[in-house]
């Protein structure tokens, strides 16, 4: 990913970027001094009532392998027909990234502001992440896959079965070359009333 300076301009920026994958991610991954400020920059979001309805998971180092072993264990249980092969993928799958980032939806039922738009709020800190990511120069993903719905495999990670997973965002650097997808054809989902 192209970093984001003077010489690359905002607009080309977000005209151009676009997600890696995480099946081919390694490092470098940012070091803590980048990590913070994109934590930082991932909770500018819009955020109706200033709740706050959302909160991070920090996975580096040992801790990614850690968690792996009780994803590994979560998905024996779910797919006890599966082989060594199906189970080992699943204590790697952090591992895939030097840092990834849990973002965790707290959204509650509030007297104002519906779950919705909390929600709502989450994956816009979610997308911020991979943007603030892509502008230090790192690559990123947004994934959900099982763990973040499989009960035994949130609890692992620390999320309450109150509190759902907006996104693991995987961040490092890709391995191979980006290819874009096909972009949607914006003009063909835009209406302008009354026109
Ligand atoms: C809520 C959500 C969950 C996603 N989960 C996955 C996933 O589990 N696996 C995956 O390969 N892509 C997943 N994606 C898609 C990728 O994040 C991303 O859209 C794709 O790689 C292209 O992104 P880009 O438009 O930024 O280039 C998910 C996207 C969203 C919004």
Same mark, same amino acid.
């Given at each position: ?16 970027? @676009?997600? *890696?994958? $995480? #099946?081919?991610?390694?490092?470098? !991954? ?5 990590? /913070?400020?994109? +934590? ?31 994803? @590994?264990? *979560?998905? $024996? #249980?779910?797919?006890?027909?599966? !082989? ?5 993928? /699943?204590?790697? +799958? ?42 230090? !120069? ?58």
């Amino acid at each position: 990913m192209t970093k984001l300076n003077d010489t690359h301009s905002l607009l080309t920026f977000l005209k151009t970027r @676009k997600s *890696a994958s $995480a #099946k081919a991610m390694a490092g470098p !991954g940012p070091d803590a001094t980048q990590l /913070q400020d994109i +934590l930082e920059i991932a909770a500018r979001v819009p955020d109706h009532g200033k709740l706050n309805p959302w909160r991070f998971i920090v996975f580096q180092d040992a801790g990614r392998a850690a968690v792996g072993e009780k994803f @590994k264990a *979560a998905w $024996a #249980k779910l797919h006890p027909d599966h !082989g060594a092969e199906s189970l080992d993928f /699943q204590a790697t +799958l952090f591992m895939r990234a030097p840092i990834v980032v849990v973002v965790v939806s707290t959204a509650a039922l509030h007297f104002k502001i519906p779950v919705w738009e909390q929600q709502l709020s989450s994956a816009a800190v979610c997308f911020n992440m991979v943007l603030a990511a892509q502008a230090h !120069g790192f690559d990123a993903q947004w994934q959900s896959d099982w763990v973040a719905y499989d009960e035994a495999a949130k609890a692992a990670m620390g999320v309450s079965e109150a509190e759902n997973v907006a996104g693991i965002i995987y961040i490092g650097t890709s391995t191979v070359a980006l290819e874009d997808r096909p972009r949607p054809d914006v003009a063909g989902l835009t209406t302008y009333w009354g026109v």
